[in-house]
């Protein structure tokens, strides 16, 4: 059984930074892709980043490129996400989620929400003005 678990979520200032870490478990981590999406209120869930099986490749949203850093360490089963200058637009729930699905990384097909097929339980980042 595959479990999902972020953590690191909080209030912030805006500008100022957090970082989210998301272990995934149930088989070889370096065998997921990963990546993290988010939901504001009101707001469909968008895609924020992901990350190739050996680290190696990483993709983001416009809105939080140049800002979030997605990185994995496959040793410690765990992706992170880290959040500098952040933005009051960037609160929201904040989700990791992992795929076993084969694709092209860097593909519309990792940015899709669908291609996951296991999600943790969300934490929130609320970014105070």
């Known amino acids: 059984q595959v479990q999902v678990v972020e953590s690191g979520g909080g209030l912030v200032q805006a500008g100022g930074s957090l970082r989210l870490s998301c272990s995934a478990s149930?088989?070889?981590?370096?065998?997921?892709?990963m990546g993290w999406f988010r939901q504001a209120p009101g707001k469909e869930r968008e895609f924020v980043s992901h990350?190739?099986?050996?680290?190696?490749?990483?993709y983001y949203a416009d809105s939080v490129k140049g800002r979030f850093t997605i990185s994995r360490d496959n040793a410690k089963n765990t992706v992170y996400l880290q959040m500098n200058s952040l933005k009051p637009e960037d609160t929201a729930v904040y989700y990791c989620a992992a795929s076993t699905r084969t694709g092209i990384i860097g593909s519309r097909f990792y940015y899709s929400a669908e291609t996951y097929g296991y999600w943790g339980q969300g934490t929130q980042v609320t970014v105070s003005t």
């Open positions: 149930g088989r070889t981590f370096s065998s997921y892709v």
């Open positions: 990350i190739s099986w050996s680290g190696g490749s990483t």
